[in-house]
């Protein structure tokens, strides 16, 4: 199964990498861009498209490890919190059975 999935992920990379550089070869008029206060020479729309692709993608990365790394510090001060909650339940009956005696 396991090799299965593998071979279904490289052959998805090899479509993307075979789209991509069919696109690259039907776009290689260069294109400027202009932002606002930069701007660009001319390079192939491809390259533009590729660079707003990377730049999108590591944005993303970088907000879903913020929300990975918010969500395991809560998860840690929770587990915190239960860890103090069991030993005192446990000191309370061990306290119980003392009083009881």
């Known amino acids: 199964m396991k090799l299965l999935r593998n071979l279904l992920y490289l052959a998805l990379v090899v479509a993307m990498a075979a789209v991509g550089v069919l696109f690259a070869l039907q776009n290689e008029m260069p294109v400027p861009l202009d932002l606002l206060i930069v701007n660009f020479e001319p390079r192939s729309l491809a390259l533009w498209l590729l660079i707003a692709f990377a730049l999108g993608g ?41 009083d009881g005696e």
């Open 58 to 98: 590591l944005l993303g990365m970088l907000m879903s490890s913020l929300l990975v790394l918010r969500t395991r510090a809560a998860l840690a001060s929770t587990n915190r919190q239960l860890a103090r909650s069991r030993a005192e339940l446990n000191k309370l009956r061990t306290a119980g059975l003392k």
